[in-house]
Structure formats: structure tokens, C-alpha cells
């Protein structure tokens, strides 16, 4: 076989596994110059909305934001049990808190800024025998002292590898998934 | 020589020598400690089940203890109206001591049964001392008929009492050859001291509270395991209840602060399970857990550590179903193996698990 040919099948061969690699859309964020991210020391994570069919979604993107952030180092992340009594205050279930709401739980959990999240996807994909998890998440950071929303971040990430694909295992666990997107996210607010 | 009556075991030799046999300075054998056996708590609705498990648990017990006779017991948890004995405190405990005479008493639940081929069935106990209501003991056990499968079907167990059997024999092991209690195996157990566990909550499809209720006994059963002393639920469950405070899976600072107080506990560990069920064929059960925990401070409310572990029972090498855990109890106690040893020691490289461990910020 000529050398060309040789370059040509290796150049297919790349184009092949770099199609095949996690497609992942790139996260977006906003993040108010105007606020002194300096100021914050603890924060609380709200429990996730949850609009996917996965029902443990919510949990699961809650619990590895809490983690990521911890290892960061980077703030005190509150118990959860605290978060959970502090929004029992309010009587009813609260998803989206108000400003004045947020201004409360910044007050009763002492804490600068408060996490805000959703789950917009979370689902099992098919190609071919290969089931890919994919999760979007949707992380936002509203300061306690007046509501207002300092940062937001978004991000896709899709669960199988190239080699996932081209031999037709299974992708990776969902829980792996959820982990990447909430460490994509949470690269736009923590560097 | 004149000739006397000498006691039988004192043998008369010539010379005036006389032997006393060994035998009669032999220790006398210490008395078998007295141990109360409650009734076996029935999460399952299965009377038949109960007794196949309740049958070998006497048997096995019985070489081992002095059994109370379990008429006096029921009348001792009558007139203490004890009806849940996880749920008591040390000074209950204590009356069923002076009550029956037990040092001792053995509390265990059955969690799960399918007596459908292959079988299987999963059972947690607890070990009391009814002189003071320390735990001293816990234990978890889940099979599967499946479990010891060869080629060609052998091994299989297809029916559930010859399961329950072999299970409780093989499960009560780890009771009769119990350490000392208080006994760290590592020094990062005497560095946590003691750890109250409130009880982990769920958000499972399904059976949630019977999920959460499994996995707690199972993480329970692993702290002590390996060294970590455990403050007894019965206390965990009187404090809580007394404030009125979240009894699943979260703490706040009032409880933190109630909690190391009525225990000593330093630490609360708690969590939640994300993940318990089982898929596949009734053949081919594939099991599939999510757990996370974690460690909070007492004293300053603050999130020490955190771990979780995702895994299913066919994950790593799978040649002739080498390897495979059958169900979501043997799996979770591999999980939760793994995960209290991250809480002891440097994480280590085990796939779907994340650790955190918070130092000095």
C-alpha cells in the first residue's frame, strides 16, 4: 500500500474517533461584574428542580453540586438537613424563592449566596446498542443580601465515549454523566 | 498404709503419694452468657418466612448463649410496652434486663423475601448489652439461591428455606466471633470516635422507606465492622423524636447539637439512596445501587466528608458470572464497604465512587 493511502486511512481513522468523542455543547454562562465573588464564604444548595423522567435526577445533580463545590475548596456548602428545616419555615414548598425569601434563608442559614438549580434533561439516548445518558443542567447563584442573581451557568453533557461507540458498549453510568456536567458548569464560577 | 476413703478424683499411689486428677483442677467452663432473642421484626408480611429464619437463629444461638425462654421475654416487652426494640432507650433496655435476667439481647429485622425460584432474602440484627443499651453488635446479610451458581446450573438453591438456613448459620458467624466491642481496627476509627447514624432517606422509585430502612442497617452494620463505635439507634430515635426533628436522611443545628449531646457523638453520618433495584430476569437479576453519605460535624454543623457509589451487580469482570452480586443487599454491602473505608483512609481508586474529605477549613 502506497504511503499516501497510508496517511489517508490514518487521517479517516482520526476524523472516525473525533466524531465519535462526547459531543457536548459548550457551557454558556453569565456572571454580574459588578459582584464581589470575594465576599462569599457559604452558600446553600437549594434542592434542584427535576424536569426530566429521571426521578432521582434532581437528588443526583443536588448532591454531586454539594460535593463538587466542597472539593473545591473554594466556599462551606451547608448541610442539607439545615436547607430542608430553613425552607420548612416557609410553609410551603418553595422551588424558586422570592427575593425577600432569599434574603431569609441568607439571614436564618447565614450564608452570602444561595444555589439554585434544574434539571432540564436526563434521559438514556439509543444509538445503535449503545444507550448514552444525557444531562443538562441549568445552575444558577443568587446573592442573600438582595436577591439578585450573581451567576448562572449551563451545560449538556452526553455519556459515551468514543470507544463506547465504535465497539457498541454500554455509555457510561448516568451518575458519571451528572458529575461532568456540574463540574462544566461550575468551571465557569469557580477558576 | 491405713486405708481411707479418699475423694474420687484424689488417686492413692504407693508411698503415701497421692495424685489429684487433672481433670478436677480443670477451670470449670465459664457460664454461657444469658441472651434474649427477640422476635424477629417482619417488614415483609411473611409469617412462613419468619419462622424459616427464626428456627436455625435459635438453633445456632442456642450452642453459643443461655436462651430466655421467649414467653418471659414477651411478657418483660409487654409490660415495658416495647414494641419496636431499636427504638428503645438504655433505661428501657435495662428494665428487660432485670426483668428476664438477659445480659444481653438480640434484635433482628427481615427485610427482604422472595420465596419464588431462585429465592432470596435479606436480614439485619443488632446486638444489645441490657446493662447499659449499648450496641455492641450489628449485622447484614442478603442471598440469593444464585449465588454459589456453577456451569450447568449446579449450586443453585432453589428453594428458600434451605437458603434461610445456610444464610442465618453462615450470618451469625460474624456475631459469635465478634471483637471486643470498642476495639478500633484503625486508627482513623479512634480518631472519629463515636458516630451517630440517623437514618438515611430515600428518593427511590420504589419502596422508598423499605430502601432507606435496608441501607441504614446495612451501613450500620459496616461502621461497627470495621472498628467505628456507633451510638445505639434507640437513643438516635428518642432524641430525635423528643425535638421533633428530621428523622430521614438530614440534620439541622438543633439536632446536631441534641444528638451529640444525648450521645457523645462527635460526628452524625447520614445520607441518601438514590438507587435500589433490581432489573433483569428472575435468572439473570441484575441489581442497581446508588448511595451517597455524608459526615457532618456536631459541634460546628459543618460537612466533613462526603462519598457515594453508583454500581450495578454485573459491573466489572463478568467470565462465567464470576464476580456477579445478585442482589441489591450484597451489593450495597460492597458499596458501603469501599466508602467507609474512604472515610477512614485516603479515597482510593474505586470506580463510580466520589470522596471529599474536608481539612481544617
Redesign the interface.
Known amino acids: 500500500m502506497r504511503p499516501t493511502h497510508h496517511r489517508a486511512l490514518f487521517c479517516l481513522v482520526c476524523a472516525l474517533a473525533i466524531a465519535g468523542c462526547r459531543s457536548t455543547a459548550a457551557p454558556t454562562e453569565f456572571t454580574n461584574p459588578k459582584f464581589n465573588f470575594g465576599f462569599v464564604e457559604r452558600v446553600a444548595v437549594l434542592p434542584f428542580q427535576n424536569l426530566s423522567t429521571d426521578?432521582?435526577a434532581g437528588?443526583?445533580a443536588t448532591?454531586?453540586t454539594?460535593?463538587e463545590l466542597?472539593?473545591s475548596?473554594a466556599v462551606?456548602?451547608v448541610?442539607?438537613?439545615?436547607v430542608?428545616?430553613a425552607l420548612g419555615e416557609f410553609g410551603t414548598r418553595v422551588t424558586e424563592p422570592s427575593v425577600a425569601q432569599a434574603v431569609t434563608l441568607g439571614k436564618t442559614l447565614n450564608v452570602q449566596a444561595l444555589i439554585l438549580g434544574t434539571v432540564t434533561e436526563s434521559s438514556t439516548q439509543r444509538s445503535g446498542g449503545v444507550a448514552i445518558p444525557v444531562v443538562s443542567l441549568d445552575v444558577r447563584m443568587v446573592e442573600t443580601e438582595t436577591g439578585a442573581t450573581v451567576w448562572a451557568g449551563s451545560a449538556t453533557e452526553k455519556g459515551a465515549s468514543a470507544a463506547a461507540r465504535i465497539l457498541g458498549t454500554t455509555g457510561e453510568?448516568v451518575?458519571?454523566t451528572t458529575?461532568r456536567a456540574v463540574q462544566a458548569v461550575l468551571d465557569t464560577l469557580i477558576r | 498404709m491405713s486405708r481411707r476413703l479418699l475423694p474420687a478424683p484424689v488417686l492413692a499411689l504407693p508411698q503415701g503419694v497421692a495424685l489429684v486428677l487433672l481433670a478436677v483442677l480443670a477451670v470449670a467452663p465459664a457460664a454461657a452468657t444469658t441472651l434474649a432473642v427477640a422476635p424477629v421484626q417482619d417488614r415483609v408480611g411473611n409469617p412462613g418466612a419468619v419462622a424459616a429464619v427464626r428456627q436455625p437463629l435459635l438453633e445456632v444461638l442456642a450452642d453459643e448463649y443461655d436462651l430466655v425462654d421467649a414467653t418471659t421475654l414477651r411478657n418483660a416487652l409487654r409490660a415495658g410496652r416495647l414494641r419496636e426494640i431499636d427504638a428503645a432507650t438504655p433505661e428501657e433496655l435495662a428494665r428487660v434486663g432485670e426483668a428476664t435476667g438477659a445480659e444481653l439481647l438480640l434484635s433482628t429485622t427481615l427485610h427482604r423475601v422472595f420465596e419464588e425460584s431462585p429465592p432470596r432474602l435479606a436480614l439485619s440484627a443488632r446486638l444489645y448489652s441490657l446493662a447499659d443499651g449499648r450496641l455492641l453488635w450489628s449485622g447484614f446479610a442478603a442471598a440469593s439461591g444464585l449465588d454459589h451458581r456453577g456451569l450447568l446450573e449446579l449450586g443453585v438453591i432453589d428453594s428458600f428455606d434451605p437458603l434461610a438456613r445456610r444464610l442465618v448459620t453462615r450470618f451469625l458467624r460474624t456475631l459469635t466471633g465478634r471483637r471486643s466491642e470498642g476495639a478500633a481496627d484503625r486508627s482513623g476509627a479512634a480518631e472519629l470516635g463515636t458516630v451517630a447514624l440517623v437514618p438515611l432517606s430515600s428518593v427511590t422509585e420504589r419502596a422508598g422507606t423499605a430502601a432507606a430502612a435496608e441501607v441504614t442497617e446495612i451501613v450500620r452494620a459496616e461502621l461497627l465492622g470495621q472498628g467505628i463505635a456507633t451510638a445505639s439507634p434507640g437513643t438516635v430515635t428518642d432524641t430525635l423524636r423528643r425535638h421533633r426533628l428530621l428523622a430521614w436522611g438530614g440534620v439541622d443545628a438543633t439536632s446536631l447539637a441534641a444528638l451529640g449531646e444525648a450521645t457523645g457523638a462527635g460526628y452524625v453520618l447520614t445520607g441518601t439512596v438514590e438507587t435500589y433495584e433490581v432489573g433483569g430476569g428472575a435468572l439473570e437479576p441484575e441489581p442497581h445501587v446508588t448511595i451517597a453519605l455524608r459526615l457532618v460535624d456536631c459541634r460546628t454543623g459543618r460537612i466533613a466528608w462526603t462519598g457515594a457509589s453508583d454500581r450495578r451487580g454485573w459491573d466489572g469482570l463478568d467470565l462465567f458470572r464470576l464476580g456477579r452480586t445478585y442482589t441489591r443487599g450484597q451489593l450495597a454491602q460492597q458499596m458501603t464497604h469501599h466508602l467507609v473505608r474512604r472515610l477512614l483512609e485516603e479515597p482510593a481508586g474505586d470506580r463510580g465512587s466520589r470522596t471529599f474529605r474536608l481539612e481544617g477549613r
Open positions: 426521578r432521582q437528588a443526583r448532591r454531586l454539594i460535593t466542597l472539593a475548596g462551606d456548602v448541610e442539607p438537613g439545615e430542608q428545616a453510568p451518575t458519571e458529575r
